[in-house]
C-alpha cells in the first residue's frame, strides 16, 4: 500500500514566486493535515482537512498560504508570494478516524 | 494540548538497551501517548503509542505509569540505523493536531 506522497520533492524558488505543494494521502484516509519546520525551529501544525472541509487552520501562518483539498482526495498547498522565511521542509500527513497519522516525506522549499 | 518534557539529546553504544523518558503532567483523561521516530530528510515515522501500563510491539516497548504523567519508549538491542530523532507527543482523541517539541536526539556508537 502507498503511503503518503508528496510533490515536489524539492523546490527552489525566489522571493515573489509561487510555489504549489501536492499531497497525496494514504487511501481512504479523510484526514489530511500540513506541518513544516522551518530552519532551526520545530515541526509546527498548519491545517486539518476532514475530507474536503478544513477541520482547523489555527496553524496557517499568514494570508499568503493558501491550502485546497477539492474532492476530499489530494490536497495542494500554495504559497504566494514566497519569502525567505517560508523556506524549510513542509510535511503533509494522513489518518483514517482516530486512528495513526502517517507522515510524508517532505516538500523541502528554498527561497532565495 | 498537554506539552511534552524530554531529554535533547542521548548517546548509545550498538546492542545496548536505550530507554527515552517523557514528562507529560498536563495529559489529559482522552490523550493518548504516541512516539515517532525521524531520520535527517525523512518524514517522521510512527513507531509505538499508548495509553497506559505496557505497550510492546516489534520495534519497541512504552512503560506508562498509572498516573500518566511521563512514558518510557525502550528500544532493545539499538544499532547504529537507530540514530534519529524520536519524539515524545500527546494525541487528543478529539483533536488530531500533533504538537511537536524538540525530540530527543539519539547517537548510536558502533
Known amino acids: 500500500e502507498a503511503g503518503v506522497t508528496q510533490f515536489p520533492s524539492h523546490s527552489v524558488i525566489e522571493k515573489g514566486q509561487t510555489v504549489t505543494l501536492r499531497c497525496d494521502p494514504i487511501?481512504?484516509?479523510?484526514?489530511l493535515y500540513w506541518y513544516r519546520r522551518v530552519m532551526g525551529k520545530e515541526i509546527k501544525f498548519l491545517l486539518h482537512f476532514v475530507k474536503e472541509s478544513k477541520q482547523d487552520e489555527s496553524g496557517m501562518p499568514n494570508n499568503r498560504f493558501l491550502a485546497e483539498r477539492t474532492g476530499g482526495t489530494y490536497s495542494t498547498l500554495k504559497v504566494q508570494p514566497a519569502e525567505l522565511e517560508d523556506s524549510g521542509v513542509y510535511f503533509c500527513a494522513s489518518s483514517q478516524g482516530d486512528s495513526t497519522i502517517y507522515f510524508g516525506e517532505g516538500s523541502w522549499l528554498t527561497v532565495v | 494540548l498537554a506539552k511534552t518534557t524530554q531529554p535533547i539529546s542521548m548517546d548509545s553504544y550498538e546492542g545496548q538497551e536505550v530507554n527515552i523518558t517523557c514528562s507529560h503532567n498536563n495529559i489529559a483523561t482522552n490523550d493518548y501517548i504516541t512516539w515517532y521516530q525521524q531520520f535527517p530528510s525523512q518524514g517522521p515515522r510512527f513507531i509505538i503509542q499508548?495509553?497506559?501500563t505496557k505497550v510492546t510491539n516489534e520495534v519497541a516497548s512504552l512503560f506508562i505509569p498509572a498516573d500518566r504523567k511521563s512514558s518510557t519508549l525502550s528500544l532493545p538491542r539499538v544499532s547504529l540505523s537507530d540514530t534519529a530523532v524520536y519524539y515524545c507527543?500527546?494525541?487528543?482523541?478529539?483533536?488530531?493536531?500533533?504538537?511537536f517539541g524538540t525530540g530527543t536526539r539519539l547517537l548510536v556508537s558502533p
Open positions: 487511501s481512504g484516509h479523510d484526514n
Open positions: 499508548g495509553y497506559k
Open positions: 507527543l500527546v494525541k487528543n482523541t478529539g483533536f488530531q493536531k500533533l504538537v
